[in-house]
């Protein structure tokens, strides 16, 4: 089967872009076909611990790429899908908080964030890592998930002497109400 699947894409007339975007076009109607196995096997009962075991991830993984949550408040569909363009806008959070802009982050705060948070906390917060870890190096690449009506990224924070992890939650507005560094690498 998988010489079958690669003869489909594979060639010898050195067409690269068309045999990525051939094995990208497989790729895609494998996955839907895998969403709609998952959603028949749901139908019929299976549980999500049965989906993530098949699929070889933990049944909250599963959850969150094939399930369908149902809004408790008004029993409608929720949004699932993360807010676009929320990895660049936490890497501008982040980069602003390396270089010391502590007022570019919090004129993105939502209001109640903004009445709890000032920029000499901030900057506080922020002195405080540097401390205790020595000067900020890098970033890593966020992990995002949409959480009720919030998109939440948690990136790896590389400092001299420790790793953290930036979790960042913005509202669909693109505000910022929820931001923490974690110790550690979190998921």
Avoid at 99 to 119: F, I, K, N, Y
Wanted: no cysteine; glycine share 10%.
């Amino acid at each position: 089967m998988d010489a079958f699947l690669a003869s489909r894409v594979l060639n010898r007339d050195e067409d690269w872009a068309g045999s990525i975007a051939g094995a990208v076009s497989m790729q895609t109607a494998a996955d839907d076909v895998v969403r709609a196995v998952v959603q028949q096997a749901r139908q019929h009962g299976a549980t999500w611990q049965v989906i993530g075991d098949a699929l070889g991830v933990s049944r909250q993984a599963a959850f969150q790429r094939y399930g369908k949550p149902i809004d408790p408040r008004t029993g409608e569909p929720m949004n699932t899908t993360p807010l676009p363009g929320v990895v660049e806008l936490a890497a501008t959070v982040i980069e602003n908080l390396a270089s010391g802009q502590w007022a570019r982050v919090t004129e993105q705060l939502d209001p109640a964030m903004r009445d709890g948070l000032s920029e000499d906390a901030l900057a506080a917060a922020w002195a405080q890592l540097v401390g205790l870890s020595g000067a900020f190096e890098s970033r890593g690449e966020p992990e995002v998930t949409r959480a009720g009506d919030l998109t939440i990224t948690n990136t790896p924070l590389a400092f001299e002497a420790g790793d953290y992890t930036a979790r960042i939650a913005f509202r669909d507005d693109r505000t910022i109400t929820g931001l923490h560094i974690l110790e550690g690498q979190t998921s």
